[in-house]
């Protein structure tokens, strides 16, 4: 059973650059969230995908946007980037949108921006 | 407003003694309860959750968890603690109408020798 993959595992950007970050889900799995995680804090829900639409979203602004494609990965894109978006993004799969499972992460990709 | 307090930051405690990591949780009608491990540079790992039914939970690497729903809490335990149990524990919660998940702030277990 493949897990969820995601990349780039590290980037480096500059204020005002924008960002594309890439994830598999685990095999079978045809929904995908995504979370922003702060240094010394807990996750925060961005958005989730469900059927390449999105079916929720947190209290993140219209920069923060996503897709997801017809083999379940999914894309997360942050537009004009902020010092404060630097942190650990998650990207989540389970088989399906609001059910009672768990969700299953995968490792993240750690965004610095300067 | 829906919310997730684990009131530890860090809890210390020696190999082999019963260890106790607290989360209360604030979430209208009756959520979902799960409790995730992170280590270092790693994403987030399950351990276990509540849905319904019996009180006492079990989950992986002999973690269980307890739910009571008077006091809003879902308490994760181990009767006998590992030098490797030491990581950070997320307690997160669900509304069954909703799809996201809330999470605490986290809580850093150190298990000494």
């Known amino acids: 059973e493949t897990g969820v993959t995601q990349s780039p595992t590290h980037l480096i950007k500059t204020r005002g650059q924008q960002v594309t970050l890439r994830c598999s889900s685990q095999s079978g799995h045809n929904t995908v969230s995504w979370y922003q995680q702060a240094l010394g804090q807990g996750p925060q829900f961005i958005f989730q995908?469900?059927?390449?639409?999105?079916?929720g979203r947190g209290n993140f602004p219209p920069r923060f946007s996503g897709l997801q494609f017809p083999n379940y990965s999914s894309e997360l894109n942050v537009n004009a980037l902020e010092l404060d978006d630097s942190a650990l993004y998650l990207c989540a799969s389970s088989l399906t949108s609001g059910n009672t499972g768990e969700l299953f992460f995968g490792e993240g990709s750690r965004l610095t921006v300067l | 407003a829906q919310s997730v307090a684990q009131p530890e930051d860090q809890v210390n405690v020696a190999e082999g003694n019963p260890l106790t990591v607290k989360c209360t949780y604030s979430?209208?009608?009756?959520?979902?309860l799960f409790w995730y491990v992170q280590y270092p540079n790693r994403g987030l790992q399950f351990l276990l959750k509540y849905i319904t039914g019996d009180n006492l939970v079990k989950g992986s690497y002999g973690f269980e968890a307890e739910f009571n729903k008077s006091q809003t809490s879902f308490h994760l335990k181990k009767p006998s603690a590992l030098v490797s149990d030491s990581a950070l524990y997320f307690c997160a919660v669900r509304d069954r109408s909703s799809y996201k998940l809330i999470f605490g702030s986290g809580t850093r277990l150190l298990v000494r020798p």
């Open positions: 995908y469900y059927r390449e639409e999105e079916n």
């Open positions: 979430v209208s009608g009756n959520p979902y």
